[in-house]
């Protein structure tokens, strides 16, 4: 079955530039979502398919994918960016996640 | 307002069963494929299952520690989707959340608060 791979963990300083990846065998050739999930609250969909956000999700956030890996990118992270970053594929029909990434913002 | 609201979570005994329930409201529920999604805690998203819309024949996939012992099923007229669970284990403790897959993003863009399941003697 197909697999994600994210980091445990991101710091981020203040006002600067948080990238989160999420590697897979060859992901680029799939369309990836990511999801925001802040503590005691479900997860909201932030970018789909690669790049593009839903209505309300700030220009802050942006996404791209290629080869092996795709990444999730905060600029000027602000102390509410900070929570749990899951990323997702369908493999086929079934739903993959990532791990999910903790960003802390300093 | 566009909201899913999850009910029937609690504490069951290991080879129990529980059914939950997901309300829907504010979309048209029945032209949308709903996904079940867990979190054990501390942990990351689970996919559970999902169910198709009655135009793709309400078909039925689950993840493989759920097959045969989940189902998930709906009712349009109730705007509301059901996970029926047996034979439960203490690994299927975890907040479960209703999900609905959006077709233009073609992903989960709605999720219910989640509903909390403790399997446990």
């Known amino acids: 079955s197909y697999e994600l791979t994210q980091p445990l963990s991101v710091s981020v300083a203040l006002g600067q530039t948080a990238r989160i990846t999420c590697g897979g065998n060859n992901i680029g050739r799939k369309n990836v979502h990511w999801y925001q999930q802040k503590p005691g609250q479900a997860p909201v969909l932030i970018i789909f398919r690669n790049n593009n956000r839903p209505s309300g999700i700030p220009e802050r956030f942006s996404g791209s994918n290629s080869g092996n890996t795709a990444t999730l990118t905060i600029s000027r992270a602000q102390a509410g960016d900070e929570a749990d970053y899951h990323c997702q594929v369908w493999d086929k029909s079934p739903a993959v996640f990532g791990g999910g990434t903790k960003l802390t913002v300093l | 307002e566009v909201q899913l609201v999850e009910s029937g979570g609690g504490l069951v005994q290991p080879g129990g069963s529980l059914r939950l329930s997901c309300a829907a409201s504010?979309?048209?529920?029945?032209?949308?494929?709903m996904h079940w999604v867990r979190q054990a805690s501390g942990k990351g998203l689970e996919w559970v299952g999902r169910i198709k819309s009655k135009a793709d024949n309400y078909g039925t996939e689950y993840a493989a520690p759920m097959k045969g012992r989940f189902t998930i099923s709906r009712d349009d007229s109730k705007n509301t989707a059901y996970l029926q669970m047996n034979s439960l284990e203490t690994e299927d403790t975890a907040v479960y959340y209703c999900?609905?897959?959006?077709?233009?993003?073609?992903?989960?863009?709605?999720w219910g608060q989640g509903t909390m399941v403790t399997v446990s003697s």
């Open positions: 999900t609905r897959l959006g077709g233009g993003p073609d992903a989960l863009d709605m």
């Open positions: 504010g979309f048209t529920f029945s032209d949308s494929a």
